[in-house]
């Protein structure tokens, strides 16, 4: 019984280990496939390396074995070669060209899938979706060890892509960054897309027993473009996407035992949940810290109008003018009691006056405004009359080395264009 | 009347069904085509699959309208999806259609194998809509895929014009004041329920190129849209048609891929043939 | 400060032909072009001069309403864009089209129609007949049944000019119409706008080259993401106003541009 349950244990540890394997080398690859825009010819590279793989089949190769991959990097070269022909002989799109031949492709594989279907190993579902659980049921012997047949192609396959990722990162980087410069610097930018191709091809077709044709688009894809809304510099998007991948394999491989339901299939679910927390909760570009980050603005905008309308209406009141400040909308009477609890405000509804720290901020605020002002005036042809409602949004974001530019620029003044005083910095 | 000239009624109702989708999905493929979004249906495509599966777990039942409406449902939702997408994350096009295509396909292919897992009865039949089979298809549901396309056709004809200039210039639709997005929008789904109808027949994974191919094969042929509409409405029903006839002729064929073979060899065939339309090459 | 300043143009209009309102428009959040304040009057040809990049297509896109507002308002003839959408003709530039596309030449023109003939109706004998006068104008009338791809640049923006004239407007908008345009097309082009500017019409044309701005412009307009001058073309294309056009962007805008964008302080 033990024994039985560890054979059980080990596996879907075997099964996992190949998912994460499978899915890592997918991570790398689609890290500079989805920052080189390249993300639909990985789709259509997954489709299309079908044919290959069962032409190499039928002629007597082994799934995972060295002719299906050289017949699928074959395949995979001849689909992308096939668009760009149909691309600059025929006049199409990129996205028709590459819609034309990976559907034709794949369905060309399919019908030879099906007619052959009692000379080889291979069905249509599997080409679809792949059965991860029955890659440990297929092992070889290492080194006295029965090993899963397709975790040895996976292996392999993953350490040639590390290597060749990290032999050819310098160039991979020039090229998705700036191919025009890359070439005009002597790096061979065909060759080395032409590798991407070729690294794409091999990652597909050595995921294809594990997930199948389709969703090796999820393992190629999501990662890097999880990866991407998290980090900003591309080793650490390809480590993060890597990350990413393991994880799904992990947690996907489980959630679908549990459910009784297909590994593969689940994989993908995981890949897209992550996806979405990324998209939600990431540091800087989430959905999330975003609206966090425009609510504050908002809210300190409101506090600074606030503050400066009280000075507005001091300055006034000096000249006989006086005019009380109120909130006009609850946002701001929030925003006013706030600033009287935080000592920037003195005084009660109705009559609020400055504190010594409010008048800084107060100062600072209308001077950015009339500094701005004055800007504008000397600057463009604005009528006076219009000056004031565009420094209204732009004082907010005036900060005191640019205030000092504008100042040398304009001159220091004593007044704006409307004739009112400029506050002195106070910072 | 029971068959004719040897076909069983049933088959040729079918076949004349199948071939309504594969002509309005080549007039409706068309104006995707034109608009630069060849692809634009190939993440709701995916996405149906979840669509049939969940209809099929709601209900229970099998009948061809639930599936489908459940499928229509998902492909519609998968475009909200990538619209989202586009507009709350800074990830590009390309990317968000890969993520949305492969992470519903698995969603997909999650439900479809945890209903066969189960055994639960009726289940296995929805595989076919992976890769399409016609065989199964009743006069009704023919009936019911002929009737939605028709329906299609009859839209894009009221609307060609408009179609056809926002496709050329949106710049100048726009400046015109048409609400160039919402005609967008309605050219998507347009796109999105050709996808649906065309699913029974060429299936998830291959009805994209229903609405790519006979386009691009219709469009070696002619310099007018107009034309090339119709032209691309034949070339889908010769097709459509062609997969169905070899599927019931040779059994354990799928018609999706034969459809798209036959398609495929008629745009190679107008690449060779037709009078050179590009200039200079 | 130059004004242009003309008597009023046609009709009961209770404004000038055009007027840019304390404008910002924004790409996203970021502004690309700050405070436009201009007014124009019909009839005339007006140019809107400045560097690549200065936002002067934006200007004509932000009047149609092809990309938001962020500040301040446009106006035709004293009325809101909605209002007299079909008075204003428009010529994009051309390379934001596919000329691969599968329309004629009299496809296009007659797309001059649409907005009077209002949805799902189709272009009839008059249509037809108008388009072929436009076309006549624009010397194209040989041409009419060819694949617009076929045509030369310089004809390709002449197909663009005769739709716009098919719009039977009071106002025209054109950006760049020049660019790629062999010789005889300018000129043919430029005796068009000559006949508008004649029959009362205004004439707002996007235009990057100087030489020949002075040339044929009543009055100009000069920007770099904001106003720097505008009046008539004599007055306006002073070397100190031309120096501070092309000096480059003012990096104050930059700055600022990038704080707002990111909803912060510049330093």
Known sequence: ?427 | MTSLAGIPYNTLVVAAGVAAVGFAAGVIGSLGVLRKRALAGDAAAHATLVGVAAAFLVTGRRDLPVLLLGALVAAVASLGVLVLIRRFTRTRDDAATAIVLGVSFGLGITLLSGITARGIPGGGGLEQFLLGHTAALTAADAGLLAAVSAAAVLLVWLGLKEAVLVAFDPDFAAALGWPVTVIDYALVALVAVMVVVGLPAAGAVLVTALVVIPPVAARQWTDRAGTMLLLAGLIGLVSAVAGVAASAVVPRLATGPTIVLMAAAIFALSLLLAPGRRRGA | MERVTRTSGPGSDSGPALEFHDVTVAYGRRPVLWNIDLVIEAPGLFGIIGPNGAGKSTLLKAALGLVPLAGGSVRFFGRPLDEVRRRIGYVPQRETVDWDFPVSVMDVVLMGTYARLGWFRRPGSGERALANACLDRVGLADVADRQIGRLSGGQQQRVFLARALAQQADLYFLDEPLAGVDARSQEQIFRVLAELRAAGKLVVVVHHDLRTAAEWFDAVALVDMRLVAAGPTAAVLTPENLRRTYAGPLDVLDELGRAIEQGRRTP
């Open chain 1, 1 to 427: 019984m033990n024994a039985w349950l560890s054979e059980q244990a080990a596996m879907h540890a075997w099964a996992i280990a190949t998912a994460a394997v499978v899915s890592s080398g997918c991570a790398l690859v689609g890290t500079l496939l989805v920052v080189r825009r390249m993300s639909l010819l990985g789709d259509a590279i997954s489709h299309a390396v079908l044919p290959g793989i069962v032409v190499a089949v039928l002629a007597g190769g082994r799934p995972g074995g060295m002719l299906v991959l050289v017949a699928a990097v074959v395949t995979a070269l001849l689909t992308v070669w096939l668009t760009q022909a149909l691309k600059s002989r025929a006049g199409l799109a990129e996205d028709a060209a590459a819609g034309v031949v990976f559907t034709t492709l794949f369905a060309a594989g399919v019908v030879l899938v099906t007619a052959a279907a009692a000379r080889i190993d291979l069905d249509p579902s599997c080409v679809l979706h792949g059965i991860l659980e029955l890659v440990p049921f297929d092992t070889v012997r290492l080194g006295g060890f029965e090993v899963p047949r397709a975790f040895v192609t996976a292996a392999a396959v993953f350490g040639l892509l590390l290597a060749a990722a990290i032999l050819t990162w310098k160039e991979q980087l020039a090229t998705a960054f700036d191919p025009a410069a890359a070439r005009a610097a002597g790096i061979p930018v065909g060759l080395v897309t032409t590798g991407l191709l070729a690294a794409t091809a091999l990652a597909t077709v050595a995921s294809f027993e594990a997930v199948g044709a389709i969703l090796v688009v999820a393992m190629l894809v999501v990662p890097a473009a999880t990866a991407e809304l998290l980090v900003h510099r591309l080793p650490w998007m390809a480590l993060v996407a890597v990350i990413v991948a393991v994880f799904a394999a992990c947690a996907g491989y489980l959630a679908a035992w549990w459910f009784n339901t297909s590994a593969a299939g689940m994989m993908a679910v995981v890949l897209g949940l992550e996806y979405f927390a990324a998209a939600v909760l990431a540091p800087s570009d989430g959905v999330l810290s975003r609206a966090v980050a425009r609510l504050w603005l908002a809210w300190r905008v409101t506090c600074e109008d606030c503050l400066a309308a009280v000075w507005r209406s001091e300055e006034l009141a000096a000249d006989g003018r006086a005019e009380a400040p109120t909130a006009v909308s609850l946002w701001q009477s929030v925003a006013f009691r706030w600033l009287a609890a935080s000592g920037q405000l003195v005084g009660a509804q109705g009559a609020w006056r400055l504190s010594t720290r409010g008048r800084v901020e107060a100062e600072t605020v209308v001077r950015s405004h009339r500094l701005w002002e004055a800007w504008l005036g000397r600057h463009t042809e604005l009528p006076l009359d219009h000056l004031h409602p565009p420094a209204e949004w732009i004082e907010h974001h005036l900060g005191a080395t640019v205030r000092k530019r504008i100042e040398a620029e304009v001159g220091v003044q004593e007044s704006d264009p409307h004739g009112r005083s400029i506050p002195p910095e106070r910072k």
